[in-house]
């Protein structure tokens, strides 16, 4: 076996956010997959896994906070946010400090 995946290999035990999607090592195995990889296979298959792990947290979250929030409420928090924010002219002359005002 390559060492530099036997070295990768006990890697990803200990930091196994550094294969994840983004991860460090993420544009590294895919530029030598496609040089040697018979090779990669043992570790790709590792990262594949964490990924696929990652996907599934990543849909349950969405799923759970797409069913916590209402849409009407974060038009309201975006309208409010909105209203406090301070907007001047080019030229620094107006400035409206709430919706009211202007």
Do not use: C
Request: glycine content about 4%; aromatic content about 8%.
């Amino acid at each position: 076996m390559n060492e530099g995946v036997k070295l990768l290999l006990e890697r990803i035990k200990t930091h196994p956010e550094e294969f994840m999607k983004g991860g460090r090592w993420i544009r590294l195995l895919a530029e030598y997959n496609e040089y040697i990889p018979d090779e990669l296979n043992p570790l790709t298959d590792e990262a594949r896994k964490l990924v696929a792990d990652e996907f599934t947290r990543d849909v349950m979250k969405e799923l759970l906070d797409s069913e916590e929030e209402d849409p009407f409420d974060e038009a309201l928090k975006r309208a409010k946010h909105n209203q406090s924010l301070s907007t001047r002219t080019i030229f620094g002359r107006l400035k409206y400090d709430s919706v009211e005002e202007s």
